[in-house]
């Protein structure tokens, strides 16, 4: 199509330079339509010399006289050819001229196939299974729930160093999906530290407070929703006013990829610290991170062997551990009573699950020389609980 196109160009071009008449246009028209398959400057050239040819003939000539003079248009672009000893150029119109019918007919189906399956594939791979989240609520031990214009949050109050609970049932009807984690990423210094997760995979509700208790599973193999109790503790009472999320993330495999997706919870979960969260109580925390990070050095980098576990940034492990050392306080039921206290030792808490025992180490004297000296008679315990680990 190019091609045609550059030689129209230059066919009005002679036609407007030599001025030739109705009969010779035709018959350049013709010239131009045989020489398609010349490539390079053969085919301007050819239609050059034929226009110039017509021009030294009587502007009477008819289209009969021409022919007779100069010969047919066909046979001028085969004698140019010959004399110039030229190659003709294969373009797919002319081999899709020479091809027989069923050659054709072959080509075209696989290139159907072809492009078939490469949508196909492209569809499987890249499909994307859509998640929901039809249930969720929050365990502590002083909380408000709020309804207003169809959206619903839940407010805990700050207590120092409780365990609270987010609760949520995540599920996709598409088969073959594996979660593997229900998570929050970025909770970096906020009013409440992920410490775990515990899934429950029978229609119970057996919790048990244990955060330890993360598995995956294939969400067509449970005929029922799964419940999943993402587990806080509070922490950092640095906050003025309330501090909270609606979303979570999720890692899950499907068709042979790991994948992460990104649910919306349909609620806001909320930590209020109310009169709590003081300047002096701020303070203190800002002068433990400081201790901290002396004790630590820098060199600190996520990911890789010094990466967070179970989601928890490097000095929250450290803290992570001080709450044990102290004892982490349960949510009260409407009784006051203890519920889902049955908390996962200290061995399972995430300093010890690091691959790097010397970083290991070094949170560990970051926890009880900078977060919660009062703990260094345990040093040595640690340590050892550590090597054990290992």
Known sequence: MMRDRAGRRIARNLESELSLSTEEIAYLSRVRVASARLGGVARPALMEEAAEALSERPGEYSAHELEVSLGSPESWVVGYIDREQLTLSEGPRGWWQRTPQFTRVGFVLGVAVVLGVGWGGWRYFTATPHFLNPCGGIIATEFETFRAGGAKEFRATFRQDERIGVTLCPHTSTPGVTIQE????????????????????????????????????RSDD????????????????????????????IDYRY???????????????????????????????????????????????????????????????SRDLCRYLSGVK???????????????????????????????????????????????DQRDRLHSILQASQ
């Open 182 to 217: 229900v998570y929050r990423s970025d909770l970096v210094r906020m009013a409440f530290q992920s410490v775990g997760s515990e899934v429950d995979l029978l229609p119970l509700g057996h919790w048990i407070g244990d955060a330890s208790q993360a598995v995956s599973w």
């Open 255 to 317: 068709r042979g990829r790991d994948r992460t997706t990104t649910l919306d919870l349909d609620y806001w979960v909320f930590v209020d610290a109310g009169d709590s969260c003081t300047d002096e109580v701020r303070a203190i925390s800002d002068r433990e991170s400081e201790q901290w990070q002396q004790v630590v050095t820098d060199g600190i980098t996520p990911g890789g062997p010094n990466g967070p576990v179970f989601n928890i940034e490097h000095e929250n492990i």
């Open 330 to 376: 349960p949510a009260l039921d409407a009784q006051g009573q203890p519920t889902f206290d049955r908390f996962e030792p200290l061995e399972a808490r995430a300093v010890f699950q690091i691959d790097n025992p010397d970083f290991a180490e070094r949170l560990i004297d970051g926890a009880i020389f900078g977060i919660c000296p009062e703990h260094q």
């Open 222 to 249: 449970v005929p029922w929703l799964a419940d999943v109790v993402l587990w806080y503790e509070m922490e950092y009472c640095n906050i003025s006013g309330a501090i909270g999320f609606n979303t979570v993330e």
